[in-house]
T-cell receptor, first 114, second 115 residues
Framework: AQTVTQSQPEMSVQEAETVTLSCTYDTSENNYYLFWYKQPPSRQMILVIRQEAYKQQNATENRFSVNFQKAAKSFSLKISDSQLGDTAMYFCAFMPEYGQNFVFGPGTRLSVLP | KAGVTQTPRYLIKTRGQQVTLSCSPISGHRSVSWYQQTPGQGLQFLFEYFSETQRNKGNFPGRFSGRQFSNSRSEMNVSTLELGDSALYLC??????????????FGPGTRLTVL
């Protein structure tokens, strides 16, 4: 069974600064997908970024980028130029290549301070 | 394109009752998944439906059930409610058989409170 760990229950960052959220996972599969989802206080889960395990290049999406280390089973999210609207719970999620459901980590509550 | 919708948004029930939650996926999406979110257990997978068939099921008791209709809308039912069933129930839909097949789009959730 796959597991996802997020070791930082809460983090805070000053507006305009950079923050990195950690995620590690455990799987015996070789091909899979990794995601970061954001859940603002309004509760709507929003996809932030995704990474296919077979791609060596780290995914980027505007101010969001990942550091994917397949051998270490690590998938961290870097948020640059943090904005107040980035305040949310961030969930790291794993999905096997032929799976139909996510395995989520426990989440990291990020607060962006003015 | 309209997003995933869930009804009702809020629900209050008492122990022993049953409840039905509804999810309408994004138009064209054929896969619907349900998740339970609680402060203690986090996000846990309930089940996934595709073309009216349950393809995958999480580790929940038989009191939790679901179904999917021909228009891909899905319902989940919880019978004999317990206090521990209080949670945010999230529905997610995805477009299968595409390069983005694994991206799931979430609805706003139904907040269920069991008294």
């Amino acid at each position: 069974a796959q597991t996802v760990t997020q070791s930082q229950p809460e983090m805070s960052v000053q507006e305009a600064e950079t923050v990195t959220l950690s995620c590690t996972y455990d799987t015996s599969e070789n091909n899979y997908y990794l995601f970061w989802y954001k859940q603002p206080p309004s509760r709507q889960m929003i996809l932030v970024i995704r990474q296919e395990a077979y791609k060596q290049q780290n995914a980027t999406e505007n101010r969001f980028s990942v550091n994917f280390q397949k051998a270490a089973k690590s998938f961290s999210l870097k948020i640059s130029d943090s904005q107040l609207g980035d305040t949310a719970m961030y969930f790291c999620a794993f999905m096997p290549e032929y799976g139909q459901n996510f395995v989520f980590g426990p989440g990291t509550r990020l607060s962006v301070l003015p | 394109k309209a997003g995933v919708t869930q009804t009702p948004r809020y629900l209050i029930k008492t122990r022993g009752q049953q409840v039905t939650l509804s999810c309408s996926p994004i138009s064209g999406h054929r896969s619907v998944s349900w998740y339970q979110q609680t402060p203690g257990q986090g996000l846990q997978f309930l089940f996934e439906y595709f073309s009216e068939t349950q393809r995958n099921k999480g580790n929940f008791p038989g009191r939790f059930s679901g179904r999917q209709f021909s228009n891909s809308r899905s319902e989940m039912n919880v019978s004999t409610l317990e206090l521990g069933d209080s949670a945010l129930y999230l529905c997610a839909s995805s477009l299968v058989l595409s390069k983005d097949a694994h991206e799931q789009f979430f609805g706003p959730g139904t907040r269920l409170t069991v008294l």
